[in-house]
């Protein structure tokens, strides 16, 4: 019996030291901490470093801190000046003339004049680039570049085809990699990329890939004088160095900022959201943001062609209440294609459907309908998708409709997506800055782009002349009437802009949203 | 012996060239398409085609697969389409985070649970088995991901004692590095002594009856000899060859564990490739665990002789 004692004693020592040395490696460890460092999460690493071609929206997001372009997309989604300081359009339209900054200092510590300017938009332009945004400027594009030239240090002209509405927002959106200015170091001697030498407030660090990119402060950043708006104003560094964390768990995310292992997480979750609201070291960030989350309904599709039907799902939904409920109070309800925030969404944009079961029942009746059942398409990548159209399934519900939702993996719902292949699907569109851009990705003949929700030619036509004036009020006209429309055509019932969601510790001072669904880190500090 | 290893090896060829067909075909079958999850939901055709084309992937699949095999063959797995990387040295970097914590959780899972079942077995039916048992059953029956986060919520937030997110490397700092790697660590091992304990105690009850151990015992050996030269290598061999399966499957499935943790590992580099529907990504880690995964088991097998002479007389 002694012996047994012996051996069992013998594996419990062994145990015990076991934890013993995992206790002390813990307490040996130093702390992570380190002044001046701020620490921040995305959900999954960037593609590349070269802006505006190999990208998605989190290279975007990295890539807005280091370059930067002519002109930048204000808070209110208006364009201002950015490495030009000011610009004149010919009265044609075709002329672009703009003034650049002086003594811009790229992250090499060249100056910045016209040259570069010319140089960079010669890249841009060379299908061996494959910038994202060239299509924009082929012959089926917004308009063709003629010429980009130089005609002082300080000044470039930029030459179109046929006037435009769209060049500058063209020139600003992020995902064209804000049109960047660049300097030649940024390629190797051979042409290939290496990495981008940009005049942006921050410089690229290290990129461990799959755990960190870290964004190191430009010290001889000449920042604007104007407050931070958008990504225009002034961009003061208040850190030495900004490391952006991979962490695709969002859990894992959300430990890490209440372990005080990061200081800002943004794209939460609404359920998060409210989980976090109860821990006091812990601030939130909730601004209204631009995505788009909304029931698409293909009008190709034997039941659902029957505009009726469509309508009396419409109708069926208090689109209200369904935004309240998923986004918990963090958004607002919104029919229309142009989300609240723009310049453009006005009086007539905030008319949409309004509940209404009698009639709902009517037209279901009018049209013959059975009781078929309706497939929906959803995802649980993005919670709100399907919480919604759980919502809209409960719903629709009481007025007889009978929804069947099919919940798919996000690639393969954007393949069905792109083809056009469903009846139903709860969708949510990424953030399109200027309002033809908002409509441009619903409308368009179904024929040849399946993508397209709203195969209208009258809206078509009516997209094509927003693009080409600039005259604000009649661009306004028509987006007012292309709502109308929209809202009787009832292609895609839309519910609500998101909400970009942020969680911040609280000695993280000078953060602030806004409607691009992307963090700024200058004008933030630690305190 | 030599002859052996060679048919041994051999076999694993086709094995492989399965495993190749099936990776290829079913990462296509699926639907969702790369070119269309890089673009997003603004996809213009013409940048599809253009993307498309540039990847390869307007070639028939079995065109596409042929110059996959014919560049696999000579170790070249192409590169990603998410981000342009060589395949092999980024799954060979992801390899060592994912093979450092696997191998050691399973020798720790091992070194706690070989003993723990001969105890068990050594005193079966009393309190100590009973107590052995069920938490052996009680390890076993733990999702790891739950266990993960528990121990990461005790650790991490509560105590604060270790960090709960990111990965440094051993050559970069020794201290660090143990910090990140010692829960995700521990979890493995505390689900492995489960199925580990309950599989040494059923393999030594069995050798317990047999008659060299009751002769031992009546030849007057002291228990512990009699435990640790008669019963331990003789009720090892299945123990060993449970470890050779678990230290495949731990690798090829170790993505939950890699996700809690946020280690960036083999298996988080797989998920994040299917979801990305990055092709050469996902074919490269799933032959390269099949590899593996025959490798260990190979070497599992001819180890086998070292504790079961019976093995190599045969």
Redesign the interface.
């Known amino acids: 019996m002694r012996?047994?004692q012996?051996?069992?004693a013998f594996?419990t020592m062994?145990?015990s030291a076991?934890v013993a040395l995992?206790?002390a490696?813990?307490?040996?460890?130093?702390a992570?901490a380190a002044g001046g460092v701020l620490r921040a999460r995305f959900n999954?690493?960037i593609?590349?470093t070269d802006p505006g071609t190999?990208r998605?929206?989190n290279t975007d997001g990295v890539m807005g801190h280091v370059v930067e372009g002519l002109v930048a997309f204000r808070e209110d989604t208006s364009i201002g000046p950015m490495l030009a300081e000011s610009w004149e359009i010919s009265p044609d339209g075709k002329i672009y003339t703009f003034h650049l900054r002086k003594g811009v200092k790229f992250h090499n510590g060249a100056i910045m004049t016209a040259d570069d300017v010319v140089w960079s938009f010669k890249r841009w332009l060379d299908p061996a680039t494959?910038w994202?945004c060239l299509?924009e400027f082929?012959d089926?594009g917004i308009t063709k570049i003629l010429g980009v030239d130089a005609t002082d240090p300080q000044t470039v002209v930029i030459t179109l085809e046929r006037p435009t509405a769209l060049l500058l927002g063209t020139l600003a959106r992020p995902?064209c990699g804000q049109t960047a200015i660049l300097n030649r170091d940024s390629l190797t001697p051979d042409g290939k990329w290496r990495e981008p030498v940009a005049t942006g407030p921050f410089k690229l660090g290290e990129w461990?890939?799959?755990?960190y990119v870290d964004l190191i402060r430009f010290d001889d950043y000449v920042s604007r004088t104007e407050p931070r708006d958008g990504y225009t104003g002034a961009k003061k560094v208040e850190v030495d160095k900004v490391r952006v964390?991979i962490?695709?768990?969002s859990?894992?995310?959300k430990?890490?900022l209440?372990?005080?292992?990061?200081d800002i997480i943004n794209s939460l979750s609404v359920p998060e959201v409210e989980e976090l609201k109860s821990h006091a070291e812990v601030k939130l960030s909730i601004t209204p943001a631009l995505g788009l989350t909304g029931i698409l309904l293909q009008s190709n599709d034997p039941l659902l062609k029957a505009v009726r039907i469509r309508r009396a799902l419409a109708l069926s939904l208090d689109t209200k209440e369904i935004a309240d409920v998923v986004m918990q109070g963090t958004a607002r309800a919104n029919n229309s294609a142009l989300p609240i925030g723009s310049p453009f969404h006005g009086p007539v944009e905030d008319q949409g459907y309004t509940q209404d079961i009698a009639q709902a029942r009517k037209l279901l009746a009018e049209a013959g309908y059975k009781g078929q059942p309706i497939k929906m398409i959803a995802n649980k990548r993005y919670s709100f998708v399907f919480d919604s159209a759980v919502l809209v399934q409960a719903m629709a519900q009481a007025v007889g409709l009978k929804i069947d939702i099919e919940v798919?993996?996000?690639?393969?719902q954007?393949?069905?997506?792109?083809k056009g292949d469903y009846q139903a699907m709860a969708?949510?569109?990424?953030a399109r800055l200027d309002p033809s851009l908002s409509f441009e990705?619903l409308t368009g003949p179904k024929a040849?782009?399946p993508?397209k929700v709203w195969d209208n030619p009258e809206a078509q036509e009516m997209l094509r002349q927003s693009m080409l004036t600039i005259d604000t009020a009649k661009r306004q006209a028509l987006f007012d009437e292309m709502h109308r429309r929209f809202i009787a055509d009832v292609p895609m019932i839309v519910l609500f802009n998101g909400s970009e969601l942020a969680a911040l510790r609280n000695n993280v001072k000078g953060y602030a949203g806004w409607l691009y669904p992307q963090p700024r880190f200058w004008g933030v500090s630690l305190q | 012996m030599l002859g052996y290893l060679v048919r041994r090896l051999a076999m694993t060829i086709p094995t492989l060239l399965l495993v190749a067909i099936t990776v290829f075909a079913l990462i296509r079958l699926?639907?969702?398409?790369p070119v269309?999850?890089?673009l997003?939901?603004?996809?213009?055709?013409?940048?599809?085609e253009?993307l498309r084309r540039?990847m390869g992937l307007d070639q028939s699949i079995p065109v596409q697969f042929g110059y996959w095999l014919a560049k696999v063959a000579v170790g070249d797995f192409g590169h990603s389409i998410?981000?342009?990387?060589a395949v092999l040295p980024?799954i060979l970097e992801?390899f060592q985070v994912s093979a450092l914590i696997v191998l050691v959780a399973v020798t720790?899972a091992a070194?706690?649970a070989v003993?723990?079942g001969l105890?068990a077995a050594?005193?079966q039916n009393s309190a100590?088995d009973l107590a052995i048992t069920a938490g052996a059953t009680l390890l076993l029956s733990i999702p790891s991901f739950w266990l993960g986060?528990l121990l990461?919520?005790l650790?991490?937030?509560k105590l604060?004692?270790?960090?709960?997110?990111?990965?440094v490397p051993f050559s970069d700092n020794f201290?660090?590095a143990?910090?990140f790697i010692?829960l995700p660590i521990?979890t493995l091992a505390m689900i492995e002594i489960g199925a580990l304990t309950r599989m040494s105690r059923a393999s030594s009850i069995e050798v317990l009856r047999l008659e060299y151990v009751t002769h031992a015992r009546a030849k007057g050996a002291?228990?512990?000899r009699v435990?640790g030269r008669h019963v331990l290598p003789n009720a090892f061999a299945p123990t060993w060859t449970l470890i050779g399966l678990i230290l495949g499957h731990l690798l090829g499935g170790i993505a939950v564990i890699e996700?809690?943790?946020?280690l960036?590992g083999l298996g988080?580099?797989l998920v994040?490739s299917i979801?990305?529907?990055d092709y050469p990504v996902v074919q490269g880690c799933l032959l390269f665990t099949a590899v593996i995964y025959v490798v260990v088991n190979l070497i599992v097998d001819l180890c086998y002789p070292l504790f079961d002479p019976r093995v190599a007389a045969e």
């Open positions: 012996k047994h012996g051996v069992a594996t062994a145990m076991g995992a206790l490696w813990a307490s040996a460890i130093p992570l999954a690493d593609r590349s190999n998605d929206a494959q994202r299509s082929s089926t995902d461990k890939r799959g755990q964390n962490i695709p768990d859990s894992a995310a430990a890490g209440l372990s005080g292992s990061l798919l993996d996000w690639a393969t954007l393949d069905r997506y792109s969708f949510v569109y990424s990705m040849t782009q993508r | 699926i639907p969702g398409d269309q999850v890089m997003g939901d603004s996809t213009d055709p013409a940048q599809v253009q540039q998410t981000n342009g990387l980024l992801r720790i070194c706690v003993p723990a105890i050594w005193r100590t986060l990461l919520l650790f991490g937030l604060k004692w270790l960090p709960v997110i990111g990965y201290g660090q143990m910090a010692v521990a002291p228990e512990w435990l996700t809690v943790f946020t960036p988080r580099l994040d979801f990305a529907r």
